[in-house]
Structure formats: C-alpha cells, structure tokens
C-alpha cells in the first residue's frame, strides 16, 4: 500500500549567503533550509502538508541554528541553538532543488533557489503510466483522470515556482494521448461485440455449468430442468458425504448440472466442486457415480427408458472438462470416454429455423 501512496519529509533551501556562524567564526558560507512533510504517490511528492522544522545550516561546520542566528550579535548574547520538532533529524539536501541560474538576488551574497513542483511531476508520472497502460483500460481510468487534475494544478503552480511547466504540459499530453486510445479501444470492442456471432446451443449450456451458489439446475425445457436439478441434489449429497479434501480447503460450490434433452439423445453438464483436487482413482469413481445416478434419472423418462436412447455425461471443474462419456441409457457403464469435448457438439443441436416460402396459387 505504500507503494501507491504515503507520506515524506522534504528538504527545500529558500536563501543562501554568509554569516557569523556561533561554531566556526565570521563569513561562514549558510543555507535557510525548511523541512516540509508531503502526500506521495508512487514516491512522488504531489500535497504539502505540514511545516516541520526551519532552520539555518551552516556549510563550514554542518552545524544548525535558529533563524535568530541571522540577527545574533556575538558581543550581546550567547550563540543560539536550532529550535527543531523532537526526533527530527535534518536529512542531506533535497536533489530536486537547483539554483537558479541568471537571476540575481534583492539581497547581497544570497543564492535564490528552485522549488520542485511535485505536482506537475505527478502528472508527468500518472500520464505516462496511463498512457501506457490504456490498452487495459482499467488502470488508465484512474491514472488520466488524476493527472489532469494534477497538471492544471502543477501549471499554476507553475509561474511562482519557476519550475514544472515542462513536466505538467508533458502530463497532460500524455492523459489525452491516453484518452483517445481508450475511446478507440471502447469503440472497437462495441463494434466486435456486435459482429460477434451468435452463441451456440453448446455454448450457450457450457457458460451456465459453473460455479453457482444458488442455481443447480438447467436445461432446454421443463422436463430437463428438473432432471438437472435431482441428478444435482444427489451429487451434491454423495459429495459431503464421501469427498475428503486433501488440502483442507473444501469449496462451498454446489453442484450444478445443465441437461441437454432432445429426441433419442439425453446429455448432462456437470460442474464438480474441487474437481481439479481429485487424483485419478477419485475422478474414476466419480465418473462411475455420475454415469449411474445419470442413467437412472434419465430411465424415469418412459420416452427415454430405451436401448436406442443415446446417454452422454460430461465431467467439468472450474475450467477444464476431465471427462466425457458416451454411451445409451441402458448401459451400466459408459462406451467410451474421453477428453475432448468436442464429444458433446451432437448432443446439443442448433435450433432448425423453416425458411420462408412464398405461396402461389392456381390460376
């Protein structure tokens, strides 16, 4: 999480020059250094907080002071010590401030500095990262937004810092460039999305056999549907009772069957919790339960309780089919097995539409 955001002391020099220094003598060489605490995000300063200390840093000695050190007389009182917060301790100077060069100071032997504009750099920083990952989309709809924010802020900030002007515009390009790739992005996927074709039957049953917490049953009619339902609860049943998770972890999925009914064809989707934690002696056993709970289910039918009546029982786990088994509804155990679920296209056939003809009549 800090990462992302936090929050750092900074060290900024607001003057420079020379004075008489308690530790070292006269004309030693001084900075006026504040210490200022900022809001950062991806480690970059964009907030000012707080003030915590002000002091005087003499470059002779190192030693520090209290702003009262400028006015000390060293004939009319004792040096002054440096009136820091409890704990802080001066860090090395800031490498973001630069002087500036060209300017000459009001003040005689005084050294004008550069300040960092921390929010123009935000939004050169979460400009470029949104641009970057606009192709994703998500990440850029959080980066842009805050960097154009962050840049008309860092360019107002701007003329009175002398600095940041470059980064903040850099910013901003960079959040419509973003901008523009999102909105082509969008505008292509709406496009895809209406030239995609149409779901099939198959499809259409695999998308609804997984994961579910609440639905366990589905088919292509009524009939079907509550076939899926029973063959789910009696799964379901066997499954807490004789299935013993090895990592400890069960899943609180249900099962959930999808069934396919058509004239002499019978088929069933089913989605196995921890399925991918089975090992091989378990997904048999499993299979020989699934195809005899499957096969009497279906047997209650009197149109499908005949030998010619082709039976398939597909195995799911979250992503994956383990195994598709084939066979009539008569049999004891399945005819063939397999991996691939291209097994299952036959089972489910698309939905015939009559062409339209035009009636002629006898002159």
Request: charged fraction near 15%; charge should be neutral; hydrophobic fraction near 40%.
């Amino acid at each position: 999480m800090f990462i992302l955001f936090g929050t750092r002391g900074i060290t900024m020099t607001k003057q420079s020059g020379t004075f008489q220094c308690p530790s070292c003598g006269p004309q030693a060489p001084f900075s006026q250094k504040s210490i200022r605490r900022f809001f950062t995000l991806f480690f970059v300063p964009v907030i000012p907080l707080n003030q915590v200390a002000t002091y005087i840093e003499c470059h002779r000695c190192r030693g520090q002071f209290d702003l009262n050190v400028l006015q000390w007389n060293p004939n009319a009182s004792s040096p002054p010590s440096v009136a820091m917060a409890p704990g802080i301790i001066p860090p090395p100077p800031n490498p973001y401030m630069q002087p500036v060069r060209g300017i000459a100071s009001s003040m005689p032997g005084v050294t004008i500095t550069q300040q960092s504009n921390g929010m123009a750099t935000a939004s050169m920083v979460l400009g470029i990262i949104g641009l970057v990952t606009s192709f994703l989309i998500c990440p850029a709809v959080v980066m842009i937004p805050l960097s154009i924010i962050f840049g008309f802020i860092g360019l107002a900030n701007a003329a009175k810092l002398r600095s940041g002007k470059g980064k903040a515009i850099a910013g901003l390009v960079c959040s419509l460039l973003g901008i523009v790739v999102v909105t082509l992005l969008m505008i292509n996927a709406k496009d895809s999305a209406k030239n995609a074709p149409p779901q099939t039957v198959l499809e259409a049953a695999k998308s609804r056999v997984n994961a579910q917490r609440t639905v366990t049953g589905f088919g292509n009619t009524a009939e079907s549907q509550a076939m899926a339902k029973s063959l789910a609860q009696q799964m379901q049943i066997v499954h807490d009772a004789t299935i013993v998770v090895t990592s400890g972890n069960k899943s609180k999925d249900q099962y959930v069957v999808h069934c396919e009914l058509h004239e002499k064809t019978c088929a069933f989707l089913i989605f196995v919790p921890d399925y991918r934690h089975f090992d091989d002696e378990a997904k048999e056993a499993m299979n020989e339960l699934a195809w005899s709970l499957a096969s009497a289910t279906a047997s209650k039918i009197d149109s499908l309780n005949e030998s010619d009546v082709e039976l398939c029982v597909g195995m799911k786990g979250l992503v994956l089919y383990g195994s598709i088994m084939t066979g009539s509804v008569a049999d004891d155990s399945p005819k063939s097995t397999s991996n691939d679920d291209d097994e299952l296209a036959r089972f489910f056939p698309e939905k015939k539409t009559e062409a339209a003809t035009d009636s002629v009549e006898p002159e």
